[in-house]
């Protein structure tokens, strides 16, 4: 069974080749896949290689966890599984990279279509208008601002 694994903190102007030739020693049975920005096509700094089993990805790790690839170490882990219900590859990969960490769970839409435009509407008078905070911790940061506003109204 294939392996995914991250591989995070890739510089900007990297290529699909590039990246293929850093990890042509490894053998010819590794995928890799860069995630890039839409507008500018440039890499988001992460991507994926996939493996053909546990052991060839432990290796993989030992061998190119914190590799130096144009000033930047790389950081190589196993990959998350994608969640469920994603419209998109791209999405999927994306919500992998960030490790599914963050304590608001998706709407399980795709995001492309404008499913979570709701969310990012829900500034208040004190934000400047060119300033969105991050979707993924905007209900924290919501709960912080009452809180910081119970706060100064009670005595």
Known sequence: MSVRLYIGNLPEELNRQELEAVFSEAGESIST????????????GFGFVTVKNDEQADAFIEKYNGFLLKDNALK???????AKGKGSDEQADVETASEASSPVSS???NRRKG???SRRSTS?????DGFQPDPRWAQELE???QLLAAQTTNP
Do not use: M, V
């Open 76 to 82: 190589i882990e196993k990959a998350l599984p994608r």
């Open 107 to 109: 709407s399980g839409g």
């Open 143 to 145: 709960k912080l601002k």
């Open 124 to 128: 208040t008078s004190t934000e400047s």
């Open 33 to 44: 896949k860069i995630i890039t920005d839409r507008k500018t096509n440039k890499c988001r």
């Open 115 to 117: 499913g979570n435009k």
